[in-house]
């Protein structure tokens, strides 16, 4: 038993004696390491070693000597072996290697190097490291860059460094120059319509009358054809300035951002949409040529008034201050005069004045923009009442001599009666008569009202043709 005891403790001390010795003879030395790092360079083998047929000799040329005493530092900023060896080998061994880190999966990892105790030191020293550092074949060299980065106290690894390398190259701000101005809106003006329509009020005679009304009329078309016709043509023009100065002044201009470009793209097209026909520019136009349109047919009703035209008789005193003379003895004449004199004193409608501010004014042109004038000339007194009448009223009695107008226009009937009173004088009051209807072969219809104001006991009679165009739903003073 002793013996084979004896036999199993040798046979098994030689065994592990064996293993031993296989595995110090297998295990690569540092040279055989490197070796394997350097053929990750794509150099010949034959510039590494004198015998490339078999890489295990360690008979190495120069290039192989520098690869077999380098290292590989995965720390950021530390030599590697490649620029390490071929450093070496233009320098010789005194030339300290360049600091160029790569990825450490090219090279593996770290290898000590008991041998070269000195260049093991010096990869792990700083290379900011003054005088007082270590020297010597292993000390880095720093290049202009780094020496900065070092007096500097940042390295390229430092977060400052990285945020300065980070932020990408930010042209100076320049400031735009101010966006080219649109040009004046053309305006209509209070002062240049011919507010004649009542001039004749205080003319006694009607053949004066007559004559007045004549002459305003042919005021009123000359506006129309000048001014209005004039102010279209100026909004024409107005819009084509509009698309030349996007055009040549703002389109593609770099000067100009782009957001600023686009801003003042979309305010030119509103205003120019603004300045169409039925645009919120054109909104007073609009008023002013129904206003032409409402007093020119007023006119035209008044001349039919004074003179018999149109259905009406004629009056009475017709041509009066031409054939006073003749008529002298006449009471009648003497009676008629004294009545055309005290109308000398009404002038004007009431409310006329507040009619055409509404139209021109800024209050309804820029709060309101005039989008429902219709509205407005319609519900104006002037459109119902005629100013023989109307300029003896005040503005509240206007409005209720104006309701019982409509109210017998609503009838259509000849004979309906619509009175009124005043709310505040006692002495005042009026009545609209229907005396006729007519309705001509176009489907237009016409009424010839008859209205009466009481003032104080004096009464005042006046006749007036109120007419709608066919497919109209709306009545007015109409020749």
């Known amino acids: 038993m002793g013996k084979v005891q004896a036999a199993l403790s040798v046979t098994a001390v030689g065994s592990m004696g064996a293993f031993a010795i296989g595995a110090f003879v297998l295990s690569p030395s540092p040279v055989e390491a490197n070796v394997a790092i350097a053929s990750n360079t794509g150099i010949a083998c034959a510039d590494c070693h004198s015998d490339p047929s078999d890489p295990k000799m360690r008979a190495l040329t120069s290039l192989g000597m520098a690869y077999s005493k380098c290292l590989y530092s995965p720390v950021p900023g530390q030599p590697n072996c490649n620029v390490q060896a071929q450093s070496w080998q233009r320098s010789g061994t005194s030339a300290s290697p360049q600091p160029a880190p790569l990825p450490s999966s090219a090279y593996g990892s770290l290898q000590p190097q008991n041998d070269s105790p000195g260049f093991g030191a010096s990869l792990n020293s700083n290379p ?9 074949v292993g000390q880095p060299l720093s290049s202009p860059q780094s020496q900065q980065e070092a007096d500097s106290g940042a390295s390229p690894e430092s977060p400052e460094a990285q945020a300065s390398a980070d932020k990408a190259y930010v042209p100076p701000v320049q400031a735009e120059p101010p966006l080219p101005e649109l040009p004046p809106l053309p305006a209509l003006l209070q002062r240049d ?11 006694p005679d009607p053949h004066d009358k007559a004559k007045n009304i004549n002459q305003c009329t042919t005021a009123l078309d000359n506006y129309y054809s000048g001014v209005l016709t004039e102010y279209r043509e100026r909004m024409n023009q107005y819009q ?19 957001a600023s470009r686009d801003r003042f793209y979309q305010e030119m097209m509103q205003e120019h949409a ?16 129904q206003l032409y349109h409402a007093d020119r047919n007023y006119l035209s009703d008044r001349y039919c008034y004074n003179t018999g035209c149109g259905g009406y008789p004629v009056p009475e005193n017709y041509g009066y201050t031409y054939v006073a003379e003749s008529l002298a003895k006449l009471e009648e004449p003497k009676k008629l005069k004294a009545k055309a004199d005290g109308n000398k004193s009404c002038k004007k409608s009431r409310g006329r004045g507040r009619l055409l501010g509404g139209i021109f004014g800024s209050v309804v042109g820029s709060v309101a923009g005039l989008d429902d004038v219709g509205v407005l000339i319609a519900g104006a007194v002037g459109a119902v009442l005629v100013g023989e009448i109307a300029c003896k009223l005040s503005e509240d009695e206007q409005e209720k001599a104006a309701e019982a107008t409509l109210a017998v226009v609503d009838q259509e009937t000849v004979g309906a009666v619509a009175n009124w009173k005043s709310p505040t004088r006692g002495g005042v009051s009026g009545s609209s008569t229907v005396t006729a209807l007519n309705t001509e072969p176009d489907g237009r219809k016409c009424l010839t009202i008859t209205d009466v104001a009481i003032i104080d006991g004096e009464e005042t009679r006046i006749s007036k043709q109120m007419c709608r165009g066919a497919g109209q739903s709306k009545y007015a003073i109409m020749a």
Do not use: F, Q, W
């Open 128 to 136: 900011a490291n003054g005088p007082g550092g270590s020297s010597g």
């Open 193 to 203: 319509y011919p507010d004649c329509r009542e001039d004749h009020l205080h003319l």
């Open 240 to 258: 084509d300035e509009l698309s030349r100065i996007y055009t040549e002044k703002v389109a593609g201009r770099m000067e100009y951002s782009a």
């Open 274 to 289: 603004n300045s169409d026909p039925e645009g919120a520019n054109m909104a007073i136009y609009r008023a002013a040529e």
